[in-house]
């Protein structure tokens, strides 16, 4: 039933919505005219052994690349304003919390008889291995 209702694709109209489309595309067109290395892709080869290495300017280029990669470099809060991952939400003002000592969840670690003998004990033995490791004559 749809497709007898559907009328028979014309050539006129089909290229007519090619040239809508392309106008629309074109209204919202911006060509990028600045470039940069990124830092992942800047690979350093290292020169030949006999040969004198020419010496590069330092230029304006090679300054905003070093700038480019000692920012990709930091942490993100340093990097950006704010988050910009759901992930990243989670710990951005991590800074600014205090750590509740009284909160159930806080179990500090706390020594008893045993675990202070067994700590000692952990402690000889691993004496003992390097003993054994640097005199093996004994």
């Known amino acids: 039933m749809a497709d007898a209702e559907k009328e028979p694709s014309n050539v006129v109209h089909i290229e007519a919505r ?18 940069s290395a990124s830092p992942k892709s800047v690979s350093v080869v290292t020169g ?9 300017s330092n230029s304006e280029a ?3 690349l070093l700038q480019t990669i000692k920012n990709s470099q930091e942490v993100p809060t340093k990097k950006y304003s704010f988050p910009q991952t759901e992930s990243q939400e989670i710990g951005w003002d991590a800074r600014h919390y205090k750590r509740n000592v009284n909160s159930i969840a806080n179990k ?11 700590d000692k004990y952990w ?16």
């Open 18 to 35: 090619m040239v809508e489309t392309i106008k629309k595309e074109q209204r919202t067109f911006s060509l990028n005219k600045e470039f």
């Open 48 to 56: 030949k052994p006999n040969v004198a290495e020419m010496q590069v």
């Open 62 to 64: 090679s300054a905003a």
């Open 108 to 118: 500090p670690r706390k020594q008893s008889e045993i675990t202070s003998y067994m």
């Open 123 to 138: 402690a000889q033995m691993e004496q003992q291995k390097m003993a054994q490791a640097t005199n093996p004559t004994e």
